[in-house]
């Protein structure tokens, strides 16, 4: 595997499930992000970790959790979503929170649907 | 005001063609400046990134900021319908040590044979 990995692809849940997406990063980079991204709005960053420090909740509902093992690895757990939650999550890495953290290596994302 | 603004398109051009995508800003400590393609069902990548003002060519694709108007823009010359994909702008403050990118809307791009 190469670069950013996200599992699932896609995901359809119901508002009382419980999921969690799974990115990894194959870049030894230390800082991870999750974003949200809807039909014609810009991407919304929801959470940063460098070295696997939160250090940015983007005021982000607490339905959503994010956990960071290591560097390597990140997760976004999910419960009682909303419908206004389906989006398309991408995460991302950088080498770490500054300098160079304009360059972004984004996954595939995952297509979450909420029904 | 949004910090970054981004006409969604959709823009349809025939292949041969040189097209412009271009974003505005209001934050003036916005130094870096980048844009990303994304094509469908994928993520974005990063295309070019420029730093303060200027231009900054890549082949087919010319990149220039303009500080002063709070202006940036994507020039693709000879565009082919591989370029056919969504593109982002993306800005970052000077000193920013939070990786926060503001991002635009993104314009959807297709170049027809």
């Known amino acids: 595997e190469t670069g950013v990995t996200q599992t699932p692809r896609h995901l359809v849940m119901g508002m009382t499930n419980k999921k969690s997406l799974k990115c990894e990063q194959h870049?030894?980079?230390?800082?991870m992000y999750w974003y949200k991204q809807s039909a014609k709005k810009p991407l919304e960053l929801m959470f940063v970790?460098?070295?696997?420090?939160?250090?940015e909740n983007n005021s982000v509902p607490s339905r959503f959790s994010p956990e960071c093992p290591n560097s390597s690895h990140l997760f976004l757990h999910l419960h009682t979503l909303q419908p206004e939650d389906s989006a398309l999550y991408l995460c991302?890495?950088?080498?770490?929170?500054?300098?160079?953290?304009?360059?972004?290596?984004f996954g595939p994302g995952t297509r979450l649907t909420v029904t | 005001q949004k910090e970054v603004e981004q006409d969604p398109g959709p823009l349809s051009v025939p292949e041969g063609a040189i097209v412009s995508l271009n974003c505005t800003y209001s934050n003036s400590a916005f130094q870096y400046f980048m844009w990303y393609r994304q094509y469908s069902r994928k993520g974005p990548e990063l295309l070019m990134y420029?730093?303060?003002?200027g231009n900054k060519e890549d082949g087919r694709f010319t990149a220039q900021v303009d500080k002063s108007s709070k202006y940036i823009s994507l020039f693709i010359r000879d565009s082919q319908p591989s370029d056919s994909a969504t593109y982002l702008c993306a800005m970052s403050d000077r000193g920013s040590t939070l990786g926060r990118l503001y991002f635009g809307r993104g314009t959807q791009l297709t170049v027809w044979p």
């Open positions: 970790y460098n070295f696997k420090e939160q250090t």
């Open positions: 870049l030894g980079h230390n800082a």
């Open positions: 420029t730093y303060s003002s």
């Open positions: 991302a890495s950088s080498q770490d929170t500054a300098g160079l953290s304009y360059e972004q290596y």
